[in-house]
């Protein structure tokens, strides 16, 4: 591991999800920061630092964003297009965390270049071991090779 | 009938019977009687020759109906005999004369013998040049016996007959009665009165032909042969005039074929001028604006040419009255005109365009249940994810003994239990909206939303809401409860999305003018937070929310529109966008008479 902070954006709307997440993934120490936003909206306004994100300080370049799909204002599967539609936000490893296991999202998310889907296992178990192994593989094992060149 | 058969067939059994008498009683009168006179004689070969001819003509061309081997036949015979007694008919008294009229009667009986051969008049019926050939030979055998007259056989000696003469002579006279048994057997089996008198023509022939036996030349018995076959003559005469009233008949009958057709039916000549129109056409030619003998329009006249030219069908239609005719217009290229003929396809019409409807009816109601199947397996999901993981927490917290965050974590799961009870309420009010249609009534719009405003007195107090119903609602034709549900959902709506406004209003009312389907225009105006234009469809899809944070589950909007359509009619909002507060419109109907609300009505399917 590397001496920066690690940064995640998560985006979700719910907010016992969001809580869950930021526990599981602290109680791990996988990140140093994680910035959270609700909506699709957000979402597109931290990454291309717009409105009240316009400050690069208040919205650093993610290593990892973690992405709901059903989202409220703009669909989780547009603010994905327009990731990997983006120069300089491609690079970054979308994750897809959501409830839906349906063929059409899973198509959707990898049709749309998303570089993983999982499903929110509803075992409680099972969640806190999928919060763990995506901190691991995504942040420890997987060699990044954007953190010199965005932000 | 068959006595009848059998009476007929007896009169004739008693001439061929009584024959010889008579002839005995003839000779004894009149045995010294005596007229030489070749031009009545001549006169009647000569028109026996003509009718002969033509009869040869019909009974040749009706070779093609059913048992027409017959007829072929009997036309073959009487072509050879009316050629070679034209003949006979011109030529002196002499040997040739003599000898075409006895190779007449051979020909002539030949051909009525034949018809005991059925097979063999089929086989000789569809050779076309079996005519040519049988006309041909007798031709050519009369001009033989013309240029060479001493190649002719000796027929006459001393004033009487010579035996080649009287052998040809009976042989005929033999043949033609075996053709008229077979004809009366015919007729007995058939009971086709032709037949009997083609039987009658042949035993007269055949009598004439055993007659010559005993006569001589300008005898009486002689002139009572010429009789005989003038008298078969007749009946020839007869049978001719039968069957062209007959086939007059039988024309008329198909002429009047298009005329009982009701549906119209045209003719057009290759330049468009209309030939004929069936009386089922006079509504379309008065649309078409012209008549028979006129030129069709424009449109037609270029289908009708096209048809013709290139031989294939042409497809018209004509609105008349409501309906649509559909015309085909199949060309007759060898006659150069075009048959149009007519169908009313309203009914398909409109059935195809009631199956188009219901398809996209059912293809939309696929979609949302597709939809629904999707919000369900995500929103029904996430409480339950919620409720286990802060479940596992909660064990986690007891046994760090972390009390705060126990308590957090238990009000997190009561949280989300709640939720998905709320869920599923209200998916089981939303299933029962679309189950459930109760009866329209009228009702003044105004007692619904006071009842609404009443019902919400609560939050709208709470909030500091200004609500003000106008004046001026108009009496609706609808399903009362549903629409207060719509007033009180709207209502709830708008005040719930007030945001940071300080002056909060809502306003109910309707507006003056009516929809294309002649529905009140019924809205909820709000001065709150608006809605992006960019939203303004998801929000009535279910469990859309655009604001988490709000409470409630996101069905509202998707109950609203699903109790407005249910009905008829059709929702939707008015934004400038966030900021400027918005209007949330629908539709209700008016008077009782107006559609759909009392067709949909379905009797309640459960609880």
Redesign the interface.
């Known amino acids: 591991m590397t001496g920066e902070p690690l940064v995640i954006l998560l985006v979700e709307?719910?907010?016992?999800?969001t809580?869950?997440v930021m526990?599981g993934l602290r109680e791990h120490r996988m990140a140093n920061r994680i910035y959270h936003v609700?909506?699709g909206e957000a979402a597109q306004d931290y990454l291309f630092r717009r409105g009240e994100y316009a400050d690069p300080q208040k919205s650093p370049r993610p290593n990892l964003i973690l992405l709901d799909l059903?989202l409220?204002?703009v669909d989780g599967l547009e603010v994905l297009e327009e990731i990997k539609r983006s120069e300089h936000l491609r690079r970054i490893p979308v994750v897809i965390l959501?409830?839906?296991?349906?063929e059409?999202d899973v198509a959707g998310a990898y049709g749309r270049h998303a570089n993983s889907y999982l499903v929110?296992?509803?075992?409680?178990?099972k969640?806190?071991r999928l919060m763990d192994d995506l901190g691991f593989y995504w942040l420890a094992w997987n060699h990044s090779p954007w953190l010199s060149s965005v932000g | 009938m068959r006595a009848n058969r059998l009476l007929l067939l007896g009169c004739l059994l008693a001439m061929v019977a009584l024959a010889p008498f008579a002839l005995w009683a003839f000779l004894a009168a009149a045995s010294d009687w005596r007229w030489e006179s070749e031009a009545p004689h001549s006169a009647i070969e000569a028109m026996g020759s003509m009718a002969a001819i033509c009869v040869s003509i019909v009974l040749l061309h009706r070779k093609r109906e059913p048992g027409g081997e017959t007829f072929f036949l009997l036309g073959m015979g009487f072509l050879g005999m009316g050629l070679l007694d034209g003949l006979h008919a011109v030529v002196p008294p002499g040997q040739r004369f003599v000898f075409f009229r006895s190779a007449a009667n051979v020909v002539g009986g030949l051909g009525f013998a034949l018809v005991w051969l059925p097979q063999l008049g089929k086989y000789l019926s569809t050779r076309e040049p079996v005519v040519w050939v049988v006309g041909g030979v007798c031709a050519l055998c009369g001009i033989c016996a013309i240029l060479f007259p001493e190649a002719v056989p000796e027929m006459v000696r001393n004033g009487e007959f010579a035996a080649a003469a009287v052998t040809m002579n009976v042989l005929a006279g033999v043949l033609f009665l075996a053709g008229g048994l077979r004809l009366g057997l015919g007729f007995y089996r058939t009971g086709r009165r032709e037949l009997w008198l083609f039987s009658c023509i042949a035993v007269l022939f055949s009598l004439s032909g055993f007659a010559f036996r005993g006569s001589s030349l300008w005898d009486a018995e002689w002139w009572l042969w010429h009789v005989l076959r003038l008298g078969a003559y007749a009946l020839v005469a007869w049978y001719l005039a039968d069957r062209y009233r007959q086939v007059e008949r039988e024309l008329r009958d198909l002429a009047k074929f298009p005329s009982e057709n009701p549906h119209p039916v045209l003719r057009a000549a290759a330049d468009g001028t209309v030939v004929y129109a069936n009386s089922a056409a006079g509504l379309l030619l008065r649309v078409l604006g012209c008549g028979v003998d006129d030129v069709l329009p424009a449109g037609w006249r270029k289908a009708n040419a096209g048809a013709v030219r290139t031989g294939t069908e042409r497809k018209m239609s004509v609105e008349q009255d409501g309906r649509t005719i559909s015309f085909s217009g199949i060309p007759v290229r060898k006659a150069g005109y075009v048959n149009w003929h007519g169908r009313d396809v309203t009914e398909k019409r409109q059935a195809t365009a009631e199956r188009k409807r219901l398809i996209a009816e059912l293809e939309a109601k696929n979609a949302e249940l597709e939809r629904f199947a999707y919000t369900i397996s995500h929103d029904l999901k996430s409480p339950l994810i919620t409720i286990q993981a802060f479940v596992g927490q909660l064990e986690q917290g007891v046994q760090r003994n972390d009390r705060q965050r126990v308590r957090a974590d238990v009000a997190r799961i009561r949280a989300a239990a709640e939720k998905m009870q709320q869920l599923l309420d209200e998916l089981l009010e939303l299933s029962r909206i679309g189950r459930v249609v109760r009866p329209p009534e009228a009702f003044p719009l105004a007692d619904v939303a006071r009842e609404a405003v009443d019902l919400l007195a609560g939050v709208i107090g709470q909030r500091g809401v200004r609500v003000e119903i106008v004046a001026e609602l108009p009496v609706v034709f609808a399903d009362r409860r549903g629409s207060l549900m719509v007033v009180q959902n709207l209502v709830e709506n708008a005040v719930k999305f007030m945001g940071d406004q300080a002056e909060p209003q809502v306003e109910i009312g309707a507006r003056p003018e009516r929809d294309e389907d002649s529905r009140a225009v019924c809205y909820v105006r709000d001065n709150g937070m608006g809605i992006d234009r960019h939203y303004q469809q998801r929000i009535f899809q279910i469990f859309d929310q655009l604001d988490r944070q709000s409470d409630g589950t996101g069905m509202g909007l998707a109950m609203v529109r699903r109790i407005v359509e249910v009905q008829g009619g059709r929702v939707w909002v008015e934004s400038e966008g966030h900021g400027h507060g918005c209007t949330f419109c629908f539709t209700l109907a008016t008077k009782a008479e107006q559609d759909s609300p009392a067709k949909l009505q379905t009797q309640e399917m459960g609880p």
């Open positions: 709307d719910n907010p016992d999800h809580e869950l526990r609700s909506d059903r409220p204002k959501t409830t839906s296991d349906m059409e929110k296992p509803v075992d409680f178990d969640f806190t």
